[in-house]
């Protein structure tokens, strides 16, 4: 177990962008659960501090709060390979897929018990009675009976599923509900994600969030874009002298880490591009994405670009060099002229912040993003690309179908059917006009539904509800 360092962020801006009303209604909140959990602390516990959706969350959303005067402190879990390849294992089923295909039995129960007991007797030196501690996700559900015997409030927070979960997801849950009936209470990302056989008094619906100043989304001129993903080795040229960008501590600091990218040629000088970043994972389909943009010969000038942290800055995911893999070895067999116009994407990870400005840049200099997921629980990357204004399609599965309203918001399509993706992909690259209206409703919805205030307001009052 080891603690990450929580940077404090300037929370009063929370109360502005939500607006006059909703501004007000969260302070309300903040001053309430401030004088609620007076002397105590509010714990967050995850199994890793990069790469992957919570992870981002919490490093952009925990500095509002301790710069709100509410003591908050954030622990990740340490475990060997073979527990993240069981949690691993979890995580497929928790989508229906068989994932390795090997089982989740007693051995396999009692090396997650191990592993947990380890990390309990480390976190119970810290964690108080009183103090409330939110658990994110299979990897540390297990510390939740002992935290609750401890004296502490505890909250389990799911951020995958699926709508209709079959035999696979059920032995998921069997391996794991005992832990989930002890927390005072459990959230999901969309209520059809909601495990049966919970007490639905126990159950909160808390869509994640974005963070509109963090370094994946802070407002960049075109400029500017162009320049730091040349620095990164993205595209074509470098620039001759280094390329600046500015910390979230206002500091000036330098692109210096090139991406790994896997390609016959660099996308030339102005060439259309569609874009997805996510985690190499079997359910975001990347190889779907490639094949699905090849076939299509209406799409003979535009380039794709499946961009991803290296796979060993996510620990939690020992999957991801053998998905990469997979993906190179499909590369490299599509034919000569479709190899040239697919890019695979190693980003740099040794710099979060560096990271973070470099695929905020990859996506705004995207002409479409997309995100063609066989599963998703929210897709955080679809709402980066939607706060851009960037004309995405994604699949009609899971949360996304909550984010995007269909020909209002972006384009959803089936991710099985690669023709309807490559078609949705050309129709946005040849009617700039539709693409841009489509953008902009997005970036709307984001405003009105998932920024921070929306996502740590719901926190607030679950606590002093449980309080």
Not at 273 to 292: F, H, N
Not at 328 to 343: E, F, G, N, Q, Y
Request: glycine share 8%; proline share 6%; hydrophobic share 45%.
């Amino acid at each position: 177990m080891f603690e990450v360092p929580i940077v404090r962020r300037n929370a009063e801006r929370l109360r502005s962008i939500a607006g006059a009303e909703a501004g007000s209604r969260y302070d309300s909140l903040v001053r309430t659960v401030r004088a609620t959990l007076r002397g105590h602390t509010v714990w967050q516990i995850n199994a890793t501090a990069e790469g992957g959706g919570v992870a981002e969350l919490l490093r952009s959303c925990l500095g509002y709060l301790a710069d709100d005067g509410i003591a908050t402190r954030w622990l990740v879990i340490d475990a060997d390979p073979a527990f993240f390849d069981i949690t691993k294992r979890i995580h497929n089923r928790l989508h229906g897929e068989l994932g390795d295909g090997g089982p989740l039995g007693p051995e396999e129960r009692a090396h997650f018990d191990e592993v947990t007991r380890a990390n309990l007797r480390s976190i119970l030196t810290l964690v108080a009675p009183g103090d409330v501690v939110v658990v994110h996700d299979p990897q540390p559900l297990g510390l939740v009976p002992g935290l609750v015997a401890a004296g502490a409030t505890v909250v389990w927070t799911c951020h995958v599923g699926i709508d209709m979960p079959n035999a696979i997801t059920r032995s998921a849950w069997d391996f794991l509900q005992a832990d989930v009936l002890a927390a005072h209470a459990a959230t999901f990302t969309r209520g059809a994600y909601a495990w049966h056989g919970l007490d639905p008094d126990r159950v909160h619906v808390i869509p994640p969030c974005i963070d509109d100043t963090s370094r994946k989304n802070v407002e960049l001129d075109p400029e500017h874009v162009e320049s730091i993903v040349r620095a990164a080795g993205l595209l074509d040229r470098r620039p001759a002298g280094a390329v600046s960008f500015l910390r979230e501590d206002g500091s000036p600091d330098a692109i210096t880490e090139l991406a790994e990218v896997a390609e016959t040629r660099p996308t030339p000088p102005g060439a259309p591009l569609v874009v997805q970043v996510s985690r190499w994972d079997a359910l975001k389909d990347p190889i779907g994405v490639m094949r699905g943009f090849a076939a299509d010969p209406s799409l003979g000038e535009a380039h794709l670009m499946l961009a991803g942290p290296r796979p060993a800055s996510v620990a939690d995911d020992p999957e991801a060099d053998a998905v990469l893999a997979e993906v190179l070895d499909a590369w490299r067999r599509l034919p000569t002229k479709h190899r040239s116009r697919v890019h695979i994407a190693n980003l740099p990870t040794d710099d979060v912040e560096a990271n973070a400005i470099i695929v905020n840049a990859l996506q705004r200099r995207a002409d479409v993003v997309v995100q063609k997921s066989l599963a998703e629980g929210f897709g955080l990357t679809v709402t980066e690309a939607m706060w851009k204004e960037r004309p995405i399609v994604a699949s009609a599965v899971g949360g996304i179908r909550d984010q995007i309203r269909d020909g209002v918001h972006g384009l959803l399509v089936d991710p099985r059917d690669l023709t309807a993706f490559g078609n949705a992909v050309h129709g946005l690259l040849a009617d700039p006009r539709r693409a841009a209206q489509l953008g902009a409703a997005a970036r709307q919805r984001v405003q009105t539904h998932w920024l921070p205030t929306h996502y740590l307001g719901a926190y607030l009052a679950l606590f002093d509800q449980l309080r």
